[in-house]
C-alpha cells in the first residue's frame, strides 16, 4: 500500500513523499539524516485508517539539497506548503525526534492547521544529545565528514557492524545498525552540506539550543502524546518524560527495551498507540482570542468557548518553537 516514494515541485525544488490511505489526514516528519521510509514499518497499518502522508524533508532522503535554510521554523514552512499543495488544510502530526521539534514549531506557527500532535522521541526538550552530533556542529566538520564517509570507511564501518554492536554500538544501543546505515547518506555532497546547516541550527557543542519548553503553555487545549524508549541514547530518554510534565494534559507511552526509534522495536504497538490517542480524542479547534489571552497570560487559560464549535475533549499542552 505504500508504494513508490512520489514526487511534487514546491518553490522549484523537488520535494519527495509517501502517500496512502483514506480517512483523517496523518502527516508522519522523520529526524535528521533520516527520511520517509523510517516509517515503513507502520506506514500501512496507519493508512488503514488515515490518509497517511510521510514526507522527505528538504535536504534528505529523494528530496533536493539546494543551499538553503534548514532550520525547524522553515522545516515547518516547508510542510505548509506541501500540505497545501497537496490540498490538506488540517492534520495529526506525528514528528520523531528533530521531526519532533518540526511538528512543534509547525504546531506553534500554524496553531489553526494541527488537531493533535503526537512526538516520538522528540528534540528540543534540553541540550542533552549524543556526542556525534555535538562534534558535527565545530569547526572543521566538513571536511572530517567527507573522510569518514567516503568509500573505503564506509565499506569498513559496515562489515563491522555485528563487532560494533558486540561492543555496544558507539553507545547508541538497540540502534546502532539502523544509524550507522543511515551515515553512509552523508557520503553525498548535498546531504552531507544540509546535515551541517541542520544540526547547526539546532546545536552547538554543549548540545541542543532549540527547545520546546519555553511557549508549552500555548498547547494546553492541542490533545498531545509523547512517545520514548528507555535506551534512547541518541536523546536522552527522560527528555520524554520532560516533555510530559513540559505539557500539561498529555498522555506518554514508554517502551520499554525501545532506543531512539520506538516504530521499529515494536510497530504493532506503535501504530495501537496513535490509534487509541486519535480515536480517543477531539481534535482541537483553534480560537485566536483565547490564544490571545494565553500570551498574555504566560499561562494556560480555561478554554473560551468558539461559537458553533465543538468542545476540545481534555486540555493538553503545546509545543514551541523549535
Avoid at 30 to 48: C, Q
Avoid at 96 to 111: E, T
Avoid at 125 to 153: K, N
Wanted: with cysteine.
Amino acid at each position: 500500500m505504500s508504494g513508490d516514494v512520489r514526487f511534487i515541485e514546491v518553490h522549484g525544488y523537488r520535494r519527495a513523499f509517501r502517500m496512502a490511505g483514506t480517512g483523517p489526514p496523518l502527516l508522519l516528519v522523520h529526524g535528521i539524516t533520516d527520511s520517509s521510509a523510517t516509517w515503513l514499518p507502520v506506514f500501512d497499518a496507519l493508512a488503514e485508517h488515515f490518509t497517511v502522508i510521510a514526507p522527505d524533508l528538504l535536504g534528505h532522503g529523494e528530496s533536493a539539497k539546494p543551499r538553503a535554510d534548514y532550520a525547524v521554523a522553515a522545516y515547518a514552512n516547508g510542510m505548509r506548503d506541501l500540505l497545501s499543495v497537496l490540498g490538506i488544510d488540517r492534520i495529526t502530526i506525528v514528528g520523531h525526534s528533530l521531526g519532533g521539534g518540526v511538528a512543534m514549531q509547525f504546531a506553534y506557527q500554524f496553531p489553526e492547521r494541527v488537531e493533535r500532535i503526537v512526538l516520538v522521541c522528540p528534540a528540543g526538550m534540553g541540550a542533552g544529545v549524543h556526542p556525534a552530533f555535538r562534534l558535527a556542529t565545530l569547526a572543521g566538520a566538513g571536511p572530517a565528514l567527507m573522510a569518514i564517509t567516503s568509500w573505503p570507511v564506509r565499506t569498513a564501518v559496515k562489515a563491522s557492524i555485528p563487532i560494533v554492536k558486540g561492543l555496544g554500538g558507539f553507545g547508541l544501543g538497540p540502534d546502532a545498525e539502523y544509524v550507522l546505515s543511515l551515515y553512509g547518506h552523508l557520503a553525498e555532497e548535498g546531504a552531507r552540506n544540509a546535515f551541517l546547516r541542520t544540526i547547526r541550527a539546532a546545536a552547538d557543542r554543549r548540545g541542543q539550543t532549540i527547545t520546546m519548553l519555553d511557549r508549552g503553555y500555548l498547547a494546553a487545549h492541542l490533545p498531545t502524546l509523547v512517545i520514548g524508549g528507555t535506551r534512547d541514547t541518541v536523546i536522552p530518554s527522560g527528555h520524554a518524560n520532560r516533555a510530559h510534565r513540559a505539557f500539561p494534559g498529555s498522555r506518554i507511552e514508554i517502551f520499554a527495551g525501545a532506543g531512539h526509534f520506538p516504530h521499529h522495536f515494536d510497530p504493532d504497538r506503535f501504530v495501537k498507540t496513535v490509534n487509541e490517542f486519535i480515536a480517543e480524542t477531539e481534535p482541537a479547534i483553534f480560537d485566536p482570542l483565547r490564544w490571545q489571552r494565553t500570551l498574555r497570560r504566560g499561562r494556560p487559560i480555561v478554554a473560551l468557548p468558539t461559537p458553533g464549535a465543538k468542545p476540545v475533549g481534555q486540555p493538553e499542552p503545546m509545543r514551541e518553537q523549535g
